[in-house]
């Protein structure tokens, strides 16, 4: 037996249906947005010559930007970045709800993983082991963080480590923004920003 459409929704319903506060003009900015957009996007760096990427000293240590999103590239995706580490030195310890990829150009050491173990319940609980588990890399090595997995990187040669790390901008795009710098890196202190919780 089917449902009457007449019935299906009452009458306060289909009154507060068309009811509602102060007129806004959402849509027709998203449309002008989106042409604007592709307008200037044109306009945007094809490549990104070496001396248009600029240095920072970081909380993690010494980055150069090869791609962030303040820059004026085509990229909208991925954020790049060269990690410098002193001879025997690291950065500091990060986590970040996007994955990280990163590739080994010269120098040697390991990451130290801790693992994030979690529930959702009324709000996501997390926690993260207390004993890191090591991975040793070289030049020519590819390594991978997973998500929100609290990590440090180790230059145990006598060179300077170069570093090309990666990470997505999508997590952010959609609301997890979540991204802590736990401790500074050696000497980096001055830029650290504690996390809030």
Same mark, same amino acid.
């Given at each position: 037996?089917?449902?009457?459409? $007449?019935?299906?929704?009452?009458l306060?319903?289909?009154? =507060? &249906?068309?009811? $509602? ?5 959402f849509?027709?900015?998203? #449309?002008?947005?989106s ?9 945007? #760096? !094809?490549?990104?010559? %070496?001396? *248009?990427m600029?240095?920072?000293r ?9 791609? @962030?999103e ?26 970040? #709800?996007?994955?990280e ?10 990451d ?13 609980? %997390?926690? %993260? ?23 440090? =990187?180790? @230059? ?5 480590? =170069?570093?090309?790390?990666? !990470?997505?901008?999508?997590?952010? &795009?959609?609301?997890?923004? %979540?991204?802590? *710098? #736990? ?5 980096f202190e001055?830029?650290w ?5």
């Amino acid at each position: 037996m089917g449902v009457d459409p $007449s019935t299906f929704a009452d009458l306060i319903e289909r009154q =507060r &249906a068309k009811t $509602s506060g102060p007129e806004v003009s959402f849509y027709k900015e998203a #449309l002008e947005h989106s042409q604007k957009f592709r307008a200037e996007y044109d306009g945007r #760096l !094809n490549v990104v010559k %070496w001396d *248009q990427m600029p240095m920072e000293r970081s909380a993690d240590g010494l980055i150069k930007h090869v791609i @962030n999103e303040r820059m004026d590239t085509k990229e909208c995706c991925i954020d790049i970045y060269m990690q410098f580490i002193e001879a025997g030195k690291a950065t500091g310890t990060s986590r970040h #709800l996007s994955e990280e990829i990163a590739f080994v150009i010269e120098g040697s050491g390991h990451d130290l993983h801790y693992d994030v173990h979690f529930e959702c319940k009324e709000k996501f609980e %997390w926690s %993260w082991d207390t004993t890191p588990k090591t991975y040793e890399w070289g030049p020519g090595d590819f390594i991978y963080v997973p998500p929100y997995v609290a990590h440090k =990187r180790v @230059n145990t040669s006598d060179i300077e480590a =170069r570093i090309i790390v990666c !990470n997505s901008r999508v997590m952010k &795009a959609i609301g997890l923004d %979540w991204f802590d *710098q #736990l401790e500074p890196a050696e000497g980096f202190e001055e830029h650290w920003i504690p996390p809030a919780d």
